[in-house]
């Protein structure tokens, strides 16, 4: 997951609203989002190498997503797979607290990696590199592969986007919230960001929907939740960047 565009709790009609965009390589085995045979509460989609997920909500209302964190000179070999943080928030009952807690103890053993968890009410973000914790305000965030609100230009962008719709809007359109996070532009040279990975690849890298020969934006997860605690969760999934096929659940929270 690389893009993860949220309002929390500055919305007359829903507490959350994410529109988020998950990339990887287009070879990598993955199942769409439906409710998990072993894990019946849990809604995400899955990846079929490691079975964990990287953003997901669970019948109670439990809300988690990863995005990676970007440093080629990070060592990753002998490590967890981070999809395997999602898939544990989701299954557990911990407070975000306690679990925030564990992920600052168990935070060597994994990969780079941003977390924003916790629920409708109640957010966290961690980044086990930074080793850093913010409690996720009431506003306007987004999150990609450094740390939350860092101003890459597809950060920038995806909250410009979203709070120029959502204001004034009671009513969201899902519709309107894939078309942001569907926005191929490259960014101009002079705003991309230096990860060390080389020019051509930041450019490739900076918009908010990714489509390269062998990488790219795989899906794309609206969720909206409102003040009755009913949730919304559509999900597009797409092959080397063509439009495949729609899901969409609703259902009320239990918590």
């Not at 909500?57 to 490590?79: C, H, M, W, Y």
């Not at 609206?222 to 003040?227: A, E, K, N, R």
Request: proline share 4%.
């Amino acid at each position: 997951m690389c893009l993860i565009n949220l309002n929390f709790k500055d919305h007359p009609t829903y507490k959350l609203i994410i529109a988020a965009n998950r990339d990887e390589f287009y070879k990598r085995p993955t199942a769409s989002a439906h409710f998990w045979e072993d894990e019946p509460a849990i809604l995400a989609g899955r990846d079929l190498v490691q079975m964990g997920t990287w953003l997901g909500i669970s019948r109670q209302g439990r809300f988690v997503a990863l995005t990676n964190f970007r440093d080629p000179k990070l060592d990753e070999t002998a490590k967890i797979s981070r999809g395997e943080i999602v898939r544990q928030y989701l299954a557990s009952n911990a407070s975000p607290t306690a679990f925030l807690q564990t992920l600052k103890r168990d935070r060597n053993n994994f990969s780079g990696y941003n977390l924003i968890f916790g629920s409708a009410d109640e957010l966290y973000h961690y980044n086990n590199i930074l080793d850093k914790e913010n409690k996720v305000t009431p506003g306007i965030h987004a999150l990609s592969n450094h740390t939350l609100d860092t101003p890459w230009p597809k950060v920038v962008k995806g909250k410009e986007m979203l709070q120029d719709y959502i204001n004034g809007n009671n009513k969201i359109e899902t519709d309107m919230l894939f078309r942001i996070v569907s926005n191929a532009e490259i960014a101009d040279d002079k705003e991309l960001p230096q990860t060390g990975v080389g020019i051509e690849l930041e450019r490739m890298l900076s918009p908010l929907f990714i489509k390269t020969p062998e990488y790219g934006t795989r899906s794309s997860t609206v969720l909206l939740v409102d003040h009755q605690n009913h949730a919304t969760f559509m999900e597009r999934t797409y092959a080397k960047g063509e439009f495949q096929k729609e899901k969409t659940f609703s259902f009320q929270l239990k918590g």
